[in-house]
């Protein structure tokens, strides 16, 4: 999940790099990822160096806890390499240094970097198995291999080597029982082996031996079937032989070994090799490869014959007595020695199942299985002598139909009422209805009486928005008043109403065609929607950020000019906090287009400060005087908005224009080349005149100096950024000391997204920047030294 997001954010982060290198979010991550891939080489090494004196409880967790940590960052890292966010030569990398030999390090102390190995060969070691780097890939696990057969390293490890040498062996397709966490109970032991074997095995008898309840291994819920010598007997050793060869054909469990040492349930004993490595299916230890291991497997095979002769003169059925007389004789069995599955016809196995013992998993396996044991001879079955017949393990009910299943469920599809398509339209009819009969009341018990589920909600919302945005005035008027309504009334959650609000702006540009005034319509809804309190002003600009549907705000800010008048107006924008300049198009988010959109819409009282950077400027056209344009500041503002951002910003732009227009802009100048050395200084020189006016409002305010800046970031932005002029002006505010180095250096890790051009803006001065934080740096230690 993390390894997602991060892909999100480098498609989508903000770029203050080059273009034409890395992004600047992957450019952190990977110094990040490579930080924490070098400490834990750090870890293990102080942690190594105090192995010598015996850890105290609160160390053992401290080590634990960076065991953790270390292998979950190599799997994170691993993730972003499947996302290809981390280049593959990265990983390799990676992988080289955790296989390196190190001759000063014991063996031992490769525990860690080999865990870490194989977490991330798990993680992404399919995307690096590919054609181009199979020699690699073949280096690493040679190597991988040798370490497993190492007996220096711990078992824990050796295994877990085991398991990524099986993998990659698979395909990189991970084994089903990797699938099973922790042991299974005896229920899930006889469901696997009705689904897999084509058996069903049933629980033992109340006369049988006693067994404990709870989860066993896997073997144990087979094994247990199997006679032990001198055991008690379970009324299953017709069906089930341990260590015994019960034939050939669909459904026979072989317990031959095969080539490579392994029977067919994937048991036994290594054989000799060597080489390069082999997976372990198809290859044994090494350790186990010598010739007292061969020696010992004879003896073995030699005891088996002799406990198969014992078990045979004891209380086993005729027909393996027979094969038992055959396999001692030292010859292979035949065919007549074989022993089929099937049970006999009087097996309580051919007994119906009872829904309650059946298990679920085997019920669609039986008609695949029936074909098979149907082809399968029946042998006789009889009792041994001197032993009471086995009673019944289940009752003799009829067996289940599984096409009474489907009737039954195809009934119930019938009765789980109404259709999604089928809501909606009596919804949309009963909104019909309304404007109609224009009786709101009488449609609101009519919804009610409907009961909509409440995950239509949102979707009912949407059809009732589309039908009023065909409507006429006064019938969208009373539409939303049903809306409002629904609300009110708890029949409509807001959450829900929003939602279908959203669904309808989703599909508004589609709906053009056919509405040709939409947006205005659309702006009629919301706007009593939000007059009316049923929805909030700032929810409703969320999803028109960036300039989307643009005028669609300022057209539901115009309906509730006219419900609301000015001052409630300006209350409720004041409190939604709504930054207006986002919900501009990109190209258009400045201050003076923004003045120019609300004063041709009638709305310039929502932002008194917008006009005052008009007055500003033909103040300071009027008398270019530093004294003159201070005092007609403070005769004509509020004190209250000489700290306004908003004055700040209108400041700046106003004596930044008509500095440039002066020099470095004038007419006639080419903002694609740097301006001559006169021009500049002479730019310098009108920035050091008006520098009394601009320290008056900016000293000692670090916001508003940053503010002050991301204005000179807009007007450069908005002029084409002319060659030069960001970096010059930055040198200038801070020769002049009108902005300070910690204004600079906030401005730079800001990552406010209101103001355009901040990418661009932070390329052209990068480098100054880095300048004036490694002297400010200087400059704190020549302090502390002194």
């Known amino acids: 999940m993390y390894a997602q997001l991060c892909k999100r954010l480098s498609e ?57 940590k270390m292998v979950g960052n190599l799997r994170f890292i ?3 390499g499947k996302l290809e966010i981390i280049h593959e030569s990265i990983l390799h990398r990676c992988i080289q240094q955790l296989l390196e030999k190190r001759r000063s390090r014991p063996m031992v102390d490769l ?91 049933p629980p033992p008898s109340s006369h049988g031996p006693p067994r404990s309840s709870g989860p066993i291994s896997p073997l144990a819920g087979v094994s247990s079937f199997f006679p032990q010598p001198g055991g008690n007997r379970t009324g299953m050793e017709d069906v089930f032989m341990g260590a015994v060869t019960l034939g050939t054909g669909p459904g026979v469990i072989s317990s031959q070994p095969d080539k490579y040492g392994y029977d067919s349930n994937g048991f036994g004993g290594g054989v000799s090799g060597g080489g390069s490595y082999r997976p372990r299916q198809q290859q044994g230890n090494k350790h186990f490869n010598n010739q007292n291991y061969n020696r010992q497997q004879q003896n073995n095979q030699y005891n088996q014959q002799q406990n198969y002769s014992n078990i045979a003169n004891k209380d086993l059925p005729p027909r393996f007595k027979k094969m038992f007389s055959h396999s001692s004789g030292g010859g292979s069995s035949s065919s007549d020695g074989e022993v089929s599955l099937r049970p006999a016809a009087s097996s309580m196995m051919l007994k119906p199942k009872t829904p309650g013992v059946l298990p679920q998993s085997a019920l669609g396996q039986q008609g695949n299985d029936h074909h098979i044991h149907s ?24 067996p289940i139909l599984i096409k009474q299943a489907s009737m039954e469920k195809s009934k119930a599809n019938r009765n789980k009422g109404p259709s999604r398509e089928e809501w909606l339209r ?47 005035e006064s019938n969208r008027e009373l539409g939303s008043q049903l809306l409002e309504k629904l609300r009110s009334e708890g029949l409509m959650n807001v959450d829900r109403l929003f939602d279908g609000v959203k669904q309808v702006l989703g599909q508004l540009d589609d709906l ?33 950020e960036g300039g989307q549907h643009f005028p669609l705000f300022l057209l539901v800010l115009q309906t509730l000019h006219k419900l609301l008048g000015k001052s409630n107006l300006t209350q409720t924008f004041n409190e939604s906090k709504v930054n207006l300049l986002n919900l501009l198009p990109e190209s258009d988010r400045t201050k003076e287009k923004l003045a120019d959109l609300l004063e041709d819409r009638e709305l310039s009282f929502l932002f008194p400060l917008l006009r005052i950077q008009s007055d500003l400027w033909r103040a300071l056209v009027a008398d270019p005087t530093p004294h003159a344009f201070y005092k007609y500041i403070k005769d004509t503002l509020d004190p209250e908005h000489h700290t306004a951002p908003g004055f700040i910003n209108a400041l700046m732009t106003v004596l930044v224009k008509y500095i440039v227009q002066e020099t470095t802009l004038a007419a006639g100048a080419d903002p694609t080349t740097i301006p001559e050395k006169m021009v500049t200084e002479r730019e310098q020189e009108l920035l050091a005149k008006f520098k009394p006016v601009l320290q008056a409002f900016l000293h000692d305010h670090l916001p508003l100096q940053v503010t002050a800046i991301y204005a000179l970031q807009v007007f450069t932005y908005t002029n084409n950024f002319p060659k030069g002029m960001l970096l010059r002006w930055f040198v200038n505010l801070y020769d002049l000391e009108i902005v300070e180095e910690d204004a600079f250096l906030t401005w730079k890790e800001d990552l406010s997204q ?18 004036l934080q490694e002297t400010e740096e200087d400059d704190e230690e020549d302090d502390g030294d002194a």
């Not at 082809?375 to 086995?390: G, H, I, Y």
Request: proline share 8%; glycine share 4%; charged share 25%.
């Open 12 to 68: 989508e982060a903000p770029n203050f790099d080059p273009p034409d290198g890395p992004c600047t979010f992957n450019r952190l991550l990977l110094s990040k990822c490579q930080d924490e891939f070098e400490r834990r080489r750090r870890a293990s090494e102080i942690w190594d160096g105090s192995e010598g004196s015996a850890l105290s409880a609160e160390q053992e967790e401290e080590r634990a806890a960076a065991k953790r």
């Open 78 to 80: 691993g993730e972003l």
């Open 111 to 201: 525990a860690e970097d080999l865990e870490c190995l194989c977490q991330i060969m798990k993680t992404c070691g399919k995307v690096l198995d590919k054609p181009k780097a199979k020699n690699l890939m073949d280096q690493y696990f040679e190597r991988m291999y040798q370490l497993s057969s190492n007996m220096e390293l711990l078992s824990r490890v050796r295994f877990m080597l085991q398991d990524v040498l099986d993998l990659r062996a698979a395909n990189w397709v991970p084994r089903k029982v990797a699938q099973v966490d922790g042991p299974r109970t005896i229920r899930q032991v006889r469901e696997e082996a009705a689904h897999d074997l084509g058996v069903y095995i």
């Open 375 to 398: 082809s399968l001879p029946l042998a006789p079955q009889p009792q041994p002598p001197n032993q009471k017949p086995t009673p019944p393990l289940m009752h003799k009910d009829p």
């Open 426 to 472: 009596r919804v949309k009819n009963l909104s019909e209805q309304l404007l109609k009969e224009q009786n709101l009341d009488e449609t609101v018990d009519n919804y009610r009486s409907l009961k909509l589920p409440e995950r239509l909600t949102a979707e009912a919302a949407q059809v009732i928005i589309n039908l009023l945005l065909t409507q006429e």
């Open 512 to 544: 053009v065609n056919d509405v040709p005034r939409v947006k205005s319509h659309m702006a009629g809804i919301l706007g009593h929607l939000i007059a009316s309190g049923t929805l909030p002003l700032a929810d409703v600009a969320e999803p028109l």
């Open 754 to 771: 209101d103001y355009p051009g901040k990418g661009k803006a932070l390329f052209q001065v990068n480098q100054w920047l880095t300048w």
